[in-house]
């Protein structure tokens, strides 16, 4: 059986972007049909125009990609959360994102689906794991089955957490680099397979 897969997130510069796609990836190598949203701003242009990029990012991302929705998460087998860090927990774009699903939450839509997630941070120990592991509680409270990467995969050993994929961009928007994408591949191919096996029980 296949799943369906959610990925939200948020990015600004394309770090956590890149390794939304390769969480899709490894999930779409499982045969499931993905769905890639990227979590709006609530600030205006003026706002973005003060950091470098930010702007350009979302005019290019937002081109790309839908917002996502309630809808999108009631589709889901599986929910993959991505954020960059903000002072060692998630961005306020992705986490206005999740507050919004408080309708499936009182309904419990999302009770038993699977649910991960993958940061990246500008500097070494910013607060990456801290970041990933912050986005559990919420998830918990969705009633979502949390699915780690662990050190399932030999690729784990070089990079990530054991929490999820990661990267450091190492305050020059560094994109992630082939062992980090590499798990997070892994992670979408984690996620697509215990989603399936999920959806078979649910």
Do not use: C
């Amino acid at each position: 059986m296949t799943s369906k897969i959610l990925i939200a997130f948020y990015s600004r510069g394309g770090v956590t972007e890149a390794l939304a796609k390769a969480v899709a990836e490894g999930a779409k190598s499982e045969g499931a049909e993905v769905r890639m949203r990227r979590a709006r701003e609530f600030v205006g242009e003026e706002v973005m125009k003060k950091a470098p990029g930010w702007l350009e990012g979302v005019q290019r991302m937002n081109a790309l990609y839908e917002a996502p929705t309630e809808a999108d998460a009631e589709w889901a087998d599986g929910i993959v959360f991505g954020t960059p860090t903000r002072f060692g927990s998630m961005t306020a774009e992705l986490k206005a994102y999740i507050d919004s699903l408080g309708g499936l939450w009182f309904k419990g839509a999302l009770v038993g689906k699977a649910g991960s997630a993958f940061a990246s941070t500008s500097t070494l120990h910013g607060g990456n794991e801290m970041t990933i592991t912050a986005l559990y509680a919420p998830m918990a409270h969705l009633g979502l089955i949390l699915v780690p990467t662990g050190y399932a995969d030999p690729v784990l050993f070089k990079a990530g957490t054991p929490y999820g994929a990661s990267s450091v961009s190492g305050n020059i928007g560094a994109l992630p680099g082939d062992d980090d994408l590499a798990v997070a591949r892994f992670q979408g191919k984690r996620v697509a397979r215990v989603a399936a096996a999920l959806k078979t029980v649910r």
